[in-house]
């Protein structure tokens, strides 16, 4: 099953496998044959209510009750200062190191060569080699999403998870929102600076280098080669193209093609920027 709510998404439905999509009538037309039409007036208030069934337990970060004191029999070529917790059926890869009072929560997979800092904590994540995630992360945690209707807000279902490629570097302080129906991504040699917030289904490419306190609203696309000034917000829904630069404190609102330099609010061409900068 999946689901189908804006025309942004028609190349994508055309090329379907699912047979069945949540979507509306304006849209039921551009899914092929074989695909079931679930149509309904609010594809993503449906979306949630199936996945709530599907999920019970998915729109609430509870506590992992198996976590427990390491046991250095079982991860002997892991390094562990005092006091991590770890829940069950985790893996951790040899020569990594885990700081104090760090969580490790059921099912995570963390690679060989891994450095993660005190006061971590990692849920729902698969982590390559060789990553660094510094003091105080937080990865992998439910998302910012529900449906706004009549008398409350219906909490959206996480059940996705976070894929940190090789190579990655996270500074302190940041946030990593897992996937609620997809996954969220980094890529590899992505480095993020400290205090970045990246929100669900956002994915990030290879050798990006983004600064510090940037904001990725969900479901946005990142390309390769990126680099983005500090504070500056990417609204969600968005593909920002390969080898694309951000200025700092710029809000992108829009999607921007390969190889271009943007600043300001909105962000538009920088030269162009420089030049309604002079005209002042």
Same mark, same amino acid.
């Given at each position: 099953?999946? &689901? &189908?709510? @804006?025309?942004?998404?028609?190349? @994508?439905?055309? =090329?379907?496998? %699912?047979?069945?999509?949540?979507t509306?009538?304006?849209l039921?037309?551009? /899914?092929? +044959? +074989?695909?079931?039409?679930?149509?309904?007036?609010?594809v993503?208030?449906? /979306?949630?209510?199936? /996945?709530?069934?599907?999920?019970?337990?998915?729109? #609430?970060?509870?506590?992992?009750?198996?976590?427990?004191?390491? =046991? +250095?029999?079982?991860?002997?070529?892991?390094? &562990?200062?005092?006091? *991590?917790?770890?829940?069950?059926?985790? +893996?951790i890869?040899?020569?990594?190191?885990?700081?104090?009072?760090?969580i #490790?929560?059921?099912?995570?997979?963390?690679?060989?060569?891994? $450095?993660?800092? @005190?006061d971590?904590?990692?849920?729902? %994540?698969?982590?390559?080699?060789?990553?660094?995630?510094?003091?105080?992360?937080?990865?992998?945690?439910?998302? &910012?999403?529900?449906? *706004?209707?009549?008398?409350?807000?219906?909490?959206?279902?996480?059940?996705?998870?976070?894929?940190?490629?090789?190579?990655?570097?996270?500074?302190?302080?940041?946030?990593?929102?897992?996937? %609620?129906? !997809?996954?969220?991504?980094?890529?590899?040699?992505?480095?993020?600076?400290?205090?970045?917030?990246?929100?669900?289904?956002?994915k990030?490419? =290879?050798?990006?280098? #983004?600064?510090g306190?940037?904001?990725f609203?969900? %479901? =946005?696309?990142?390309?390769?080669?990126? @680099?983005?000034?500090?504070?500056?917000?990417?609204?969600?829904? /968005?593909?920002?193209?390969?080898?694309?630069?951000?200025?700092?404190?710029?809000?992108?609102?829009?999607?921007? !093609? !390969?190889?271009?330099? $943007?600043?300001?609010? *909105?962000?538009?061409?920088?030269? !162009?920027?420089?030049?309604n900068?002079?005209?002042?």
């Amino acid at each position: 099953m999946t &689901f &189908f709510d @804006s025309i942004r998404y028609k190349e @994508s439905a055309l =090329s379907t496998k %699912s047979l069945y999509c949540i979507t509306t009538a304006k849209l039921e037309k551009f /899914l092929p +044959k +074989k695909t079931k039409k679930i149509v309904v007036k609010n594809v993503l208030y449906e /979306l949630a209510k199936a /996945l709530k069934k599907l999920y019970p337990e998915s729109d #609430i970060d509870y506590p992992d009750t198996s976590l427990k004191l390491y =046991s +250095k029999y079982k991860y002997n070529t892991v390094k &562990f200062c005092n006091n *991590p917790l770890i829940g069950k059926n985790v +893996k951790i890869g040899k020569n990594s190191s885990i700081g104090a009072n760090s969580i #490790i929560e059921h099912n995570v997979v963390i690679g060989n060569n891994c $450095v993660i800092g @005190s006061d971590v904590i990692i849920k729902n %994540s698969i982590i390559g080699n060789d990553v660094v995630i510094q003091d105080g992360c937080k990865i992998g945690l439910k998302g &910012f999403g529900f449906i *706004p209707i009549r008398n409350k807000n219906f909490k959206m279902p996480h059940i996705g998870r976070v894929l940190i490629d090789d190579n990655v570097e996270i500074a302190s302080g940041c946030t990593i929102d897992r996937g %609620s129906v !997809d996954d969220t991504e980094i890529g590899k040699n992505t480095y993020l600076d400290n205090q970045v917030h990246v929100a669900h289904n956002v994915k990030i490419g =290879s050798n990006c280098m #983004i600064a510090g306190q940037v904001g990725f609203a969900g %479901s =946005s696309t990142i390309g390769d080669n990126v @680099s983005i000034g500090g504070q500056a917000g990417i609204s969600g829904h /968005l593909k920002i193209g390969n080898n694309v630069k951000i200025g700092g404190g710029s809000g992108v609102i829009k999607d921007i !093609d !390969d190889n271009q330099v $943007v600043m300001g609010y *909105p962000a538009i061409p920088f030269k !162009d920027f420089i030049k309604n900068w002079r005209a002042k």
